[in-house]
């Protein structure tokens, strides 16, 4: 086997030799750019505490990867198509490599925001070329387990990227969490010139640059107004964002419907199986992204799990998404996709609504089997909904596929951990404000008593603030009797919140799944 596989899958006689090779290149690579999404989630109170972010600055740093990644990839993976999927596929690697590296070095929440966007970037170009690569590298008659294998790596990397984080966080600051990723870029980009076949449409047509950059716009703006509307209020910026994103999306739609040669030939869209696909893959991922979102929160600030330990305690739903996964692929012949794809969103929705029923006495079990539930939903119902889009498509067509499907994953996870935090917040500030009222600091002397206020105050804002003051009040003599009360008002108001965000969650997906159902297209494939 030389060095550099040169030959395309469409000139070899049969099928290529080393294609199950090559799909652990890409969903190594694809497993890369998913844990970034949730790894920071174990490394929030030690980069709280070190860079003193606030609530703001801690929702840009996680979600200040999602804007550029979610706005790109539609125009990337066309520019796959025309350019080369596999060198988009080792750019990206090598501009995800960079911000990894950098946002190492990171000293300010203005630094780990920029290279969590320029990773973004990079992401933006792996992802969509890793699904294109794989249709093309494979047969139809194996292509549909290869896309169960790509979709249950998505899944496993939402679980997988705090659990590794968590361990490096064991003996390493922060900034190691970024260069975990530098060792899969390096083996990924090698394995990548040797395993994977170069692809690339023969009679490329000139690129759509102008509905490219109405993409970008329309996604852009769209995560942007919703990631700061919902979490910082409806100011000017977030509301001119989300103008813009109309607007570009009704000029978009015009655009592509009479283009010759279109960046997203919309019409597909309107294939029911498609349509119906698309909406159940972003909706499950808002859901996952979300729950996992304010998880992993309550194992740590609530249980006081260890990012290790909290880590270790999300592998349930990796575990699950892979059984999903595998079960899928054995009824999908039996069943056919709209019966699956339906009664995975369903029971998806049904692991969340578990957690509507916690109280201020619930164990790690409840949430152990609501994420296990959680991801055998998804691992039955997104490999289904990824092979009917990208069966929706022509191969000339496949970057573009790959995109709006993984801009449906990106999309919907960024407004799960938007809209989720914005609820999660508010019932969190809702209820410490009442649990709160009932602290009786008056018998405490002015000095004292004007402190115990402000600490009150200021553990308002997230249940990792309280936990700092708590910890503050427990140095004084004076004040120490209180930290306790002010631990467990926090507490009390967390867990409630945690109830109002899995009702919102798990009513969307329900809700989701019965649109879902009358969408898609009652035949079996």
């Not at 969103?345 to 109280?359: E, K, N, P, S, V």
């Not at 004007?450 to 009040?473: D, H, M, T, Y």
Request: with cysteine.
């Amino acid at each position: 086997m030389s060095l550099v596989q040169e030959q395309p899958v469409s000139a070899m006689s049969g099928p290529y030799r080393y294609r199950w090779y090559a799909l652990a290149v890409l969903c190594a690579s694809l497993l890369a750019v998913v844990m970034a999404n949730t790894s920071l989630i174990v490394a929030v109170p030690t980069m709280t505490e070190d860079l003193g972010l606030t609530s703001t600055q801690l929702q840009w740093v996680i979600d200040g990867y999602t804007v550029p990644y979610a706005a790109l990839m539609l125009l990337f993976g066309a520019l796959g198509d025309r350019f080369g999927r596999r060198r988009a596929l080792i750019l990206g690697l090598v501009i995800f490599g960079i911000g990894s590296i950098l946002g190492s070095l990171a000293e300010s929440a203005g630094e780990v925001v920029a290279w969590r966007l320029l990773m973004g970037i990079g992401a933006a170009l792996i992802m969509p070329a890793t699904l294109s690569l794989l249709v093309v590298t494979f047969p139809k008659a194996e292509r549909a387990r290869a896309i169960a294998i790509w979709a249950a790596t998505s899944g496993l990397g939402i679980a997988l990227g705090p659990l590794l984080a968590g361990s490096v966080l064991q003996s390493s600051s922060w900034h190691a969490t970024f260069l975990m990723n530098v060792p899969v870029v390096i083996i990924a980009i090698v394995a990548s010139l040797a395993l994977v076949p170069p692809s690339r449409v023969v009679d490329a047509s000139r690129t759509d640059w102008f509905g490219g950059v109405l993409s970008i716009v329309l996604v852009g703006g769209s995560v942007y107004a919703i990631i700061d509307g919902l979490h910082g209020g409806w100011g000017t910026a977030p509301i001119a964002a989300a103008v813009s994103a109309i607007g570009a999306a009704i000029v978009f739609v015009w655009w592509e419907r009479r283009h010759p040669h279109p960046l997203l030939n919309v019409r597909r869209l309107s294939d029911r199986k498609v349509g119906g696909s698309l909406l159940s893959v972003g909706l499950l991922f808002l859901a996952a992204f979300g729950t996992i979102y304010f998880v992993a929160q309550h194992l740590q600030f609530v249980f006081l799990y260890g990012p290790l330990e909290t880590g270790i305690r999300l592998l349930p739903l990796a575990f699950a998404v892979t059984l999903g996964s595998i079960v899928s692929g054995r009824l999908l012949p039996i069943v056919g996709e709209r019966a699956l794809i339906v009664a995975g969103m369903a029971l998806a929705a049904a692991g969340i609504l578990i957690l509507t029923q916690i109280d201020d006495t619930a164990g790690y079990g409840w949430f152990a089997l609501s994420i296990s539930i959680l991801g055998l939903g998804m691992g039955a119902a997104e490999p289904p909904a990824t092979d009917a889009i990208m069966g929706g498509f022509d191969e000339s067509e496949l970057g573009s596929a790959g995109g709006i499907n993984d801009t449906a994953i990106e999309f919907g996870g960024a407004l799960g951990i938007a809209l989720l935090g914005s609820v999660l917040a508010s019932g969190y500030t809702a209820g410490f404000d009442e649990r709160s009222a009932g602290l009786d600091v008056e018998q405490l002397a002015e000095p004292t008593r004007a402190g115990i206020e402000g600490a009150i105050e200021a553990g308002r804002e997230s249940v990792g603030a309280a936990s700092v003051v708590a910890q503050e009040l427990s140095g004084d003599s004076t004040t120490a009797p209180l930290a306790q009360t002010v631990l467990d008002v926090a507490h009390g108001a967390f867990t409630t919140a945690v109830e109002s965000a899995s009702w919102v969650s798990g009513g969307t997906l329900v809700l989701g799944a019965l649109v879902v159902l009358w969408i898609l297209p009652r035949h079996r494939r």
